[in-house]
């Protein structure tokens, strides 16, 4: 399996592991869709060329990377990925060649990267520098990155939060969840979280400060818990698991409720979905459903780099990730997020700097 | 069952005809639910109260109240009818008798009224003056009232259309369906509408301007429709039906697509609504769906009234009603909106002024 290290006169070539999908999934993954193989990296670009060849170190797990597990009929707004080739997500990496004016050797950049050791970026616009080293370099997987930019995104823009307001997240622990929480503290919200572990519940109230949590996981009635935690009912609703939960929300909506819709991951493995039966609620409370995608908001990820790099040494917003080392632990970090295996942000650590 | 007509110190009794709900509602609604009786009514009112009695000439059949045949455990947006009392919805009236500085013998008015000739209104203040005499008076149960407004500010203010746009109208030849179809074209977009005969079909071709039109009932694949209506997609969905439709129409949204949802006519008789199984295109498409109700855009009513009033004596909107003559008629027209028998705007004649 390993591959011959040889150097020439354009560089040098070295074995690079990778984390490879076997087979397009259906239903529920397994860590057997993937697969961990070696193959060789160049670690430099053709003379001439504006490309740039990365070292990672960090790559993020997320859940809306089942879709691309699939191969789909019709086009989406995010490629499937390639039987046979590395998976892609957003990641950490060193760069340690460029052909491009904005990027140099050893800068800390960070964007979509490879499963794999050593990437060749053809188009490093697409890349964000890390401005805030002193941080750890892993929060630009998460709370410095994608999953930072699209809680901000989604709690502010797309939620419209007012002083006061009722929140209401569900897989609050998660990357996403736990800042959605604490945006909503922070602007003077009352904010309840479910997740799926008494583990993550503790963790909601005593890390994230949640007004309150429960384990949805012991709820027999959810439509009951929701009326038991906002008696006044639901203002926004931060959706990130679709399905049932979002069936029992739409009957505790208030009026004009807002439901930033930014993923829907209970519904992501079932062959058939579950239906949502009471849309009549979004006519009756006058709800605003709406989703998003970060990439949109792209534009405006250095005040987001700002603000919350400020909120993070300040010590006003708490983050917990969930690390797994090495590229050999990848697959089945990516198979936890769809069991909630993980406790806070679930990214893979490949390499140290 | 007629009732003794007496004339006191204080004003004259009469006989006054109305449609009574019998009994509260599940499922299917039937006209034997409902029951025309003959109470009385006084056509005076107290000295020093600022009341009024109207006539009632023409009301308005909506989908709206099938809602309003059953009994609720929550308060809704609107109140439950009440059992043995008379059916309440928009309607246009003459004044014969008032208390109110802003309305005297004679006036034209609509507002919500009873399904009976005459009705007591101890609030006068919830009622518009008729100012388009003009135009025909039953316009007043839709193209100028309560239809007519649902469909200008769900169109113009929740969908947020732009010339151009591609654009669905669920219900078409409906009350507010087929004005939708026609601001469409008044602000060129493609407008293309959904209906369940093809005399309607016919109708909103030839009549309302719609480019395209189709018989949802002869439709194997709403799917595959839509995609031969629309194969670059839907920007704006006008929802008036829900369910399988709106299920339809999501995997057909383009980018940044709106849905203003109105009603979900197609959900109101079952006593399961159907699910609604691919919301998650809501997030892919970054779609924003958004429910309304006609009584938070009043305040906007009299700007609406000039503009529409003005497109109707220009020739601009088009407008089709059907009109069932005599109470005795209201229940079997009541029934007639769910099973699609109506072909335009439904609504009662109870007295000619």
Not at 228 to 250: H, K, Q, S
Not at 284 to 303: A, D, N, T
Request: with cysteine; proline share 5%.
């Amino acid at each position: 399996m390993a591959a011959a290290v040889s150097t020439d006169g354009q560089g040098q070539e070295v074995p690079n592991r990778r984390v490879i999908l076997k087979r397009y999934v259906t239903g529920f993954p397994s860590e057997d869709d993937m697969e961990v193989v070696t193959g060789t990296a160049r670690l430099d670009v053709p003379p001439g060329s504006a490309a740039m060849v990365v070292k990672n170190l960090y790559v993020s797990c997320d859940p809306y990377m089942r879709g691309r597990m699939t191969k789909h009929d019709r086009p989406s707004y995010v490629p499937d990925f390639v039987e046979g080739e590395a998976l892609v997500n957003y990641g950490v990496c060193k760069v340690i060649a460029s052909g491009h004016p904005d990027f140099k050797l050893s800068d800390l950049v960070w964007g979509m990267t490879g499963w794999e050791e050593y990437t060749f970026v053809p188009k490093p616009e697409s890349f964000f520098k890390v401005n805030h080293p002193e941080l750890p370099l892993s929060y630009y997987t998460g709370v410095l990155g994608m999953a930072g930019l699209t809680a901000w995104a989604g709690f502010f823009d797309v939620g419209k939060p007012k002083k006061g307001d009722y929140v209401f997240v569900s897989a609050a622990s998660g990357a996403v969840g736990q800042l959605v929480g604490q945006f909503a503290k922070l602007t003077d919200c009352y904010v309840v979280g479910s997740a799926g572990s008494d583990e993550k519940v503790n963790l909601l109230k005593s890390k994230f400060g949640f007004d309150e949590a429960f384990n949805y996981k012991k709820e027999q009635d959810l439509d009951a818990a929701l009326r038991r935690y906002f008696p006044e009912g639901i203002d926004i609703y931060f959706e990130n698991v679709g399905g049932r939960t979002l069936e029992a929300v739409l009957s505790n909506m208030r009026t004009h409720g807002r439901i930033p819709t930014c993923g829907m991951i209970s519904q992501y493995n079932l062959e058939e979905p579950e239906g949502v039966h009471n849309l009549g609620e979004i006519i009756v409370k006058r709800v605003r459903m709406e989703g998003f995608l970060v990439f949109e908001y792209y534009g405006q990820y250095h005040k987001f780099e700002q603000e919350m790099a400020g909120y993070l040494k300040e010590g006003k917003i708490n983050y917990v990730e969930d690390i797994a080392n090495g590229l050999e632990k990848a697959p089945a970090a990516l198979i936890g997020l769809f069991t909630g295996r993980n406790v806070g942000k679930q990214l893979v650590a490949i390499a140290r700097e």
